[in-house]
T-cell receptor
Framework: NAGVTQTPKFRVLKTGQSMTLLCAQD?????MYWYRQDPGMGLRLIHY???????AKGEVPDGYNVSRLKKQNFLLGLESAAPSQTSVYFC????????????FGPGTRLTVL | AQSVTQPDIHITVSEGASLELRCNYS??????LFWYVQSPGQGLQLLLK??????LVQGIKGFEAEFKRSQSSFNLRKPSVHWSDAAEYFC?????????????FGPGTSLSVIP
């Protein structure tokens, strides 16, 4: 049971390049989330999904797209990276149970030059 | 508007000393409260959560937190800090059930421990 994994761990992009971050969970969780973490700020929600084939916008969705084609995977895409997207990105999942909580991945550190 | 404040950006304590990390929130409904810890290079790990019932909540690694509705606070405490507790601590507040799309995270408190 690997929990929540993220690929890649680090990435450097040039402005305008595109990339996809992969989040995978092996806990059969219904809900998945993408956050960004910036210095001095808490996590901010980018997009989330409440099930396979569904996505919804969070607090800071602009410049990002997501897809959830398989229940275990949640992809975050940057079509045209900007320096403002330099951040640490965290994926999380949760089973959708009232008494449970979110499980976080280890993060992806992205730098956009 | 919903918000979470953690008044202390950075705290340094000696190993073996007691610890209290402050968290204040603004939330329009019954709050559900969380404390997470983030070790360097790691994701967030849940320490404890308050959903209802006893306002003193026990968590992992010897941590506890007390919900005080009158003060809109959910402070985290540990009686004796270990060097391995050095990390970033986040308080969060949200709705009472998943999805946790409305969870608001505080800016974090960085804890350093002097051996």
């Amino acid at each position: 049971n690997a929990g929540v994994t993220q690929t890649p761990k680090f990435r450097v992009l040039k402005t305008g390049q595109s990339m996809t971050l992969l989040c995978a969970q092996d806990m059969n969780h219904e809900y998945m989330y993408w956050y960004r973490q910036d210095p001095g700020m808490g996590l901010r929600l980018i997009h989330y999904s409440v099930g396979e084939g569904t996505t919804a916008k969070g607090e800071v969705p602009d410049g990002y797209n997501v897809s959830r084609l398989k229940k275990q995977n949640f992809l975050l895409g940057l079509e045209s990276a900007a320096p403002s997207q330099t951040s640490v990105y965290f994926c999380a999942s949760d089973p959708g149970l009232l008494t449970d909580t979110q499980y976080f991945g280890p993060g992806t550190r992205l730098t956009v030059l | 508007a919903q918000s979470v404040t953690q008044p202390d950006i950075h705290i340094t304590v000696s190993e073996g000393a007691s610890l209290e990390l402050r968290c204040n929130y603004s939330y329009g409904a019954t709050p559900y409260l969380f404390w997470y810890v983030q070790s360097p290079g790691q994701g967030l790990q849940l320490l404890l959560k308050y959903f209802s019932g006893d306002t003193l909540v026990q968590g992992i690694k010897g941590f506890e937190a007390e919900f005080k509705r009158s003060q809109s606070s959910f402070n985290l405490r540990k009686p004796s800090v270990h060097w391995s507790d050095a990390a970033e601590y986040f308080c969060a507040v949200g709705a009472g059930k998943p999805p946790y799309d409305k969870v608001i995270f505080g800016p974090g408190t960085s804890l350093s421990v002097i051996p």
